[in-house]
């Protein structure tokens, strides 16, 4: 059974930051790129960063480049998002992603296996 469990999301002020974690299980961690989407309230989901197999390509919207970045341990089978800079605009739900090996897109439905997602709420 495949979960992916999000952890170190919270209540930050402006000009914070935050790291995301995502604890990957019964899946072979290696066989996926991985992302986060955030669910804001009102707005579609959106990926706000992806990451190869191998960790070697990464992938930002424009909204969040140069302020996030996405790392991967494979030998913990461990997802990271850390968040510099926050704004209330980042605020919302963040879910962990996964997406087959087989598979190549950008799109929210291109991603298999989803968390429950970690709450994040920057005040201003």
């Known amino acids: 059974q495949v979960q992916l469990v999000e952890s170190g999301g919270g209540l930050v002020q402006t000009g914070d930051s935050l790291r995301l974690s995502c604890a990957a299980s019964?899946?072979?961690?290696?066989?996926?790129?991985m992302g986060w989407i955030r669910q804001v309230p009102g707005q579609e989901r959106e990926l706000v960063a992806r990451?190869?197999?191998?960790?070697?390509?990464?992938y930002y919207a424009d909204s969040v480049k140069g302020r996030f970045s996405i790392s991967r341990d494979s030998a913990a089978s461990t997802l990271y998002l850390q968040m510099n800079n926050l704004t209330p605009e980042d605020t919302g739900v963040y879910y962990c992603?996964?997406?087959?090996?087989?598979?190549?897109?950008?799109?929210?439905?291109?991603?298999?296996?989803w968390g429950q997602g970690t709450q994040v709420t920057v005040s201003s």
């Open positions: 992603v996964a997406q087959s090996r087989y598979k190549l897109g950008y799109a929210v439905r291109d991603f298999d296996y």
């Open positions: 019964g899946v072979t961690f290696s066989d996926y790129a």
């Open positions: 990451i190869s197999l191998g960790g070697g390509r990464e």
